[in-house]
Structure formats: C-alpha cells, structure tokens
C-alpha cells in the first residue's frame, strides 16, 4: 500500500539525517586553502565549488561530506585543498593527467565515504515501490546534471533534496545507503515470489 508522508516526531534516523543536511555555517572567512581576498580567492572558491559538485554526484552525498572528503583527500596527499579541487576537476576533463598519488587519495575517500554501514530495515511500514523508483529516478537525474554542471548551486541544492528524501524513504542517514537501499527494494518487488522462482504453473484451483 503506498505510504503518504504524514508529519510526526522526529525519529533518531531523521534527526540524523536531517543534521547532515542541514546547511554548514560560515563566518564569512574564506576556509583554510581555498584562497584568499580578490580575483584569485574567487577563482578558488569557483573551483572548491565545482569540485563539490562533482563529488557530491558521483559517491553521492551531501556538500558538508564532499567538502570534508575533499580536505581529507588533501590531507592524505599532502596537497593543498586547492590542489586537490583541481585534481577532482582534472578527473573530469583530463583523467590522463591527474597525478597517481592524489588520484589515489581521491579514490581512497570516495570509496570510504561509500563505506558507510548502512541501518537495518526496520519493522515499519515500507514505502510502495513506485514511490522508491520515482525517488530514484529524481536522484539520478539530480546527479547526471550535477555532474554536467556542478558549478550550479540550484543543481546541488537539488540533488541534496532528492539525497535527503530518499534517505527518509528508506531510513539510511548516508544518500550511498539510501540508493543502494532504494534500488534494492526495487529490484526485490520485481522479483516473483522465492517459493516460485524457476517453477511451472500449478494446476487451477
């Protein structure tokens, strides 16, 4: 039976989600490595910007998860934050030039962040499967023009509400979780029942 979404108490799972969804602060001083004051700072925060983007479509996740991963892949290879958003750009438009060791850094905190365990399915009601599919669908195609364009705050501001929807969907505080959670609830009510897999029909009742 499709669920509707009712308002009610926030749950652990949906505190949880909500706190990694909500906005990050800023005091309005430019983060440690990502440029300073004038024509260059700007450039920096354009490139940390696309940088974010990127990321948050291909583990996916939110902007605070990309952005930490980012500093992380620095951290890791000894660059700086600059260097590496340049490194997430390059893995775009020029694979064959990214550096090995920060392209392995990257890989390493991408595949970490999709690491993540995910929350067992609880006993509550499930949401139908074509309202898990239409999310899905949304999702992916937040990510595809995230990825096209990341540079474009409306397109990440999206894709974070598609993450976070499904999350709740589904019950999983990381939007990785979720899709892998989504997809395979999908894939399950394809499926005809285990008792009959691979069987002949049976007789008429």
Avoid: F, W
């Avoid at 799972?13 to 024509?39: E, I, L, M, Q, S």
């Avoid at 694979?95 to 690491?115: K, M, N, Q, T, Y």
């Avoid at 589904?170 to 979720?178: L, N, P, V």
């Amino acid at each position: 039976m499709k669920q509707d979404p009712q308002p009610h108490r926030p749950t652990p799972v949906r505190g949880a989600v909500r706190a990694a969804y909500a906005p990050a602060h800023h005091d309005g001083r430019p983060a440690r490595g990502t440029g300073g004051a004038g024509v260059d700072g700007a450039e920096a925060r354009a490139e940390s910007a696309r940088a974010t983007g990127i990321l948050m479509a291909l583990v996916p996740c939110t902007a605070e998860t990309a952005r930490r991963l980012l500093g992380n892949a620095a951290l890791a290879a000894g660059v700086t934050h600059r260097l590496m958003a340049r490194t997430v750009l390059a893995t775009r438009t020029r694979p064959d030039d990214v550096d090995p060791d920060r392209g392995r850094a990257l890989r390493a905190e991408i595949e970490h962040a999709r690491s993540a365990p995910p929350v067992p399915a609880g006993d509550g009601p499930q949401p139908a499967p074509d309202v898990l599919r239409r999310q899905l669908n949304l999702l992916r195609s937040a990510r595809r023009r995230t990825l096209a364009a990341p540079d474009d705050p409306t397109l990440r501001a999206d894709l974070e509400d598609a993450a976070y929807t499904l999350c709740v969907l589904t019950g999983q505080r990381s939007a990785h979780c979720a899709l892998v959670a989504a997809e395979e609830a999908v894939a399950a009510h394809r499926l005809p029942p285990a008792g009959s897999r691979g069987l002949p029909p049976g007789p008429a009742l």
